[in-house]
């Protein structure tokens, strides 16, 4: 079993930056990869950013590319997400998300992922 933990959300207004924070435990992660989604209010959920957690490839939507970063420490147990130049329409909450490494990236982008954290908002401000 894994457990997942976001932190970092909250308020901020457009223009600036935010540091999602998600800190994993229960298992080792070698054999996933860990993922970022977002909700919004009224939309589906959308995939914002994956992270292999041992070859660190990643892949972002295009939404977010050039704006957002996904990175992980190891050594924590940790994935960040780094959101700069945030939107209105950045507004959601943000879930971190671990898929098993074997699966594609269209399906992890699907969500199809097997371990899921509480979540944490984001608002940004216009």
């Known amino acids: 079993q894994v457990q997942l933990v976001e932190s970092g959300g909250g308020l901020v207004q457009a223009g600036g930056s935010l540091r999602l924070s998600c800190a994993a435990s229960?298992?080792?992660?070698?054999?996933?990869?860990m993922a970022w989604f977002r909700q919004a209010p009224g939309k589906e959920r959308e995939f914002v950013a994956g992270i292999t957690w041992s070859g660190g490839n990643t892949l972002s939507s295009d939404s977010v590319k050039g704006r957002f970063a996904i990175s992980r420490d190891n050594a924590k147990n940790t994935v960040y997400l780094q959101m700069n130049s945030l939107k209105p329409e950045d507004t959601a909450v943000y879930y971190c998300?671990?898929?098993?490494?074997?699966?594609?990236?269209?399906?992890?982008?699907?969500?199809?992922?097997?371990?899921w954290g509480q979540g944490t908002q984001v608002t940004v401000s216009s």
């Open positions: 229960g298992r080792p992660l070698n054999n996933y990869v």
């Open positions: 998300a671990a898929a098993m490494s074997r699966l594609s990236w269209v399906r992890i982008r699907s969500g199809e992922c097997d371990y």
